[in-house]
Structure formats: structure tokens, C-alpha cells
């Protein structure tokens, strides 16, 4: 039998590799059991059987909570089963307790893995690989084929604006649903496409570089700096010089020098050492 049809063991050393990696490809349940556990043991064999049923849609991890105390702490365990489905790196979905086998494919259903989803994966690997007009593409039929998805609808925004198609990116930004417009992510790109388009009239980075070393401190020009800045994937240079903005004007232009950095914490991830280094120095300068 395949090893996807199978369950495997979650430890805390393998918790990356065997649950956060393929999560990427495909849903990841994790079952936390204990021996003792009456309903965990009527559990398991019906999540199984679903595996099975499902010829490797999703992946089924269990944690002995018994030896994964560490583990069972940090997922928030209070009682068993408990089950997390963990997506694109990320707890998607959850619940408690012995359930129905009808309940437990509505979870498994809701959360499987389309084939537009796949195609954004490949878009997201080809952005990462600085293969940016491919990575449109593949957004692009992902779009295609599942037109309703939001989420869809944002990433191929952020990287058509990368490719300075801001006029695309902000109609597909208006046409998010209500609560996905108003979210953190979706104010740090629109801050970036107001950006990308005020570079479309700015000197190149080593005349605004000049400026600013000639004397005084040009907050617009400094601005328009961290954009170029952001062109040439020069990351660490951008956000030392939006931090600068911050701290000389917190109010610079409403909130856009912050707005620009939370779209560069969203695009470089949250585990990356800039991300770590800046979004701290960030909440100092604000607080």
C-alpha cells in the first residue's frame, strides 16, 4: 500500500517535514489521540477508511499526545480527539470530539486541494524562482478555472503588481468580497499599487540615492527610493528606508510607508530574517 494511504506518526522533530511541506500539496489531518481515549480509538478507523476511500487527496498524521507533550501543547490540546487540517502551511480548519463519518467528509471536502489550486502553487514556485511572467500565467489559469475563488483573485493581484500592471491589480482588489478587501494583506498591496505608480514618474535609484546623500531628508523622495529599491529585490534597503520615513513622520501620506512594508513582510513570508528583524523595529516606531 501506498505510504499516502497510510497513517503516519507526527513528532515534534518531524512536524515540518511530514505536515507544514506537503500541506503545500495537499490537505494534512492531524488526529491528536491518547491511548486511554475511547472516542479516539472509534476515530481512528473511520479517518482510515476515508484515506483510503480518498486514494491520497489528503495525508492523515496522528500525535500521541501521551509522548508529544510539547506538541500537544502548542496545538492547544484541552481534550481528545481533536483534529487540525492543516493548508498551504496553515491550521484551515478543526474540530473535536468523535464525529459522524458524513461530518468528517464535509471537512475533508471543503478543504481538499482543486486543480486551480495547484496551478497557484506552481505560480507561487515560479515567483520564487524569478520566473515572474510565468507565474502570471499560471495565476491567470487558476483564475480561469475557479473565477469565484478570492483568494486566487489576490495573489494573481500581487503579482501583477510586481510586474507594475496596477490597473488590473486594483480592479481585482475591488471585486474581492467585503471582509477580504478590508484585511491587513489586501490595504498593504493597495499601498503598494500607489507606489508603482508614483515610480512611473521618479528618477532612478542612484539620482534619488544622490539627493538624499547631497543633505536634508526628502520623506518623498526617500519613498520613492524604497520603491526602486523594492524593483531591484533589494529588501533589507527598502524597509531601512521606509523604518526612516516612519520614524522621522508616523503619519507619512496616511499610513502608505507602513502599508509598503506590510506588503513586503506578506511577500517575503513570516520566516524569513527580514520579516523578523523589521515587523519588531516596525511596532517599536509606531508604539
Not at 507619512?252 to 513570516?270: E, K, T
Request: with cysteine; glycine share 6%.
Amino acid at each position: 500500500m501506498s505510504t499516502e494511504l497510510q497513517p503516519f506518526e507526527v513528532t515534534d522533530a518531524n512536524f515540518s517535514d511530514t505536515v507544514i511541506a506537503p500541506s503545500h500539496a495537499a490537505p494534512v489531518l492531524v488526529d491528536f489521540w491518547a491511548e486511554w481515549c475511547q472516542p479516539c480509538k472509534q476515530l481512528s478507523p473511520i479517518l482510515g477508511k476515508l484515506l483510503t476511500e480518498y486514494q491520497g487527496a489528503f495525508l492523515l498524521g496522528m500525535v500521541n499526545i501521551e509522548e508529544q507533550r510539547q506538541l500537544a501543547a502548542e496545538a492547544g490540546v484541552r481534550s481528545v480527539p481533536m483534529v487540525l487540517v492543516f493548508r498551504k502551511g496553515m491550521v484551515a480548519d478543526q474540530f473535536f470530539g468523535l464525529q459522524p463519518e458524513n461530518a468528517l467528509r464535509q471537512v475533508i471536502e471543503r478543504n481538499l486541494f482543486r486543480a486551480s489550486d495547484r496551478l497557484m502553487s506552481e505560480a507561487l514556485e515560479a515567483e520564487a524562482a524569478g520566473e515572474l511572467d510565468r507565474a502570471v500565467g499560471l495565476a491567470e489559469q487558476a483564475l480561469e478555472q475557479d473565477p469565484e475563488h478570492a483568494e486566487h483573485q489576490y495573489q494573481l493581484a500581487r503579482l501583477l503588481v510586481s510586474r507594475a500592471d496596477t490597473e488590473r491589480a486594483a480592479t481585482l482588489l475591488e471585486n474581492l468580497p467585503r471582509e477580504m478587501r478590508e484585511s491587513q494583506a489586501v490595504h498593504a498591496l493597495r499601498g503598494r499599487i500607489e507606489l508603482v505608480r508614483e515610480l512611473a514618474d521618479a528618477p532612478d535609484r542612484a539620482t534619488l540615492e544622490g539627493a538624499l546623500a547631497s543633505g536634508g531628508d526628502d520623506l518623498s523622495a526617500r519613498y520613492q527610493l524604497a520603491g526602486r529599491c523594492m524593483q531591484d529585490g533589494d529588501f533589507a534597503a527598502a524597509l531601512d528606508h521606509l523604518i526612516k520615513i516612519l520614524q522621522a513622520d508616523r503619519d507619512f501620506r496616511g499610513s502608505a510607508a507602513r502599508d509598503v512594508m506590510l506588503g513586503i513582510f506578506a511577500q517575503l513570508g513570516d520566516d524569513h530574517p527580514l520579516v523578523h528583524r523589521y515587523r519588531s523595529v516596525l511596532f517599536n516606531t509606531m508604539h
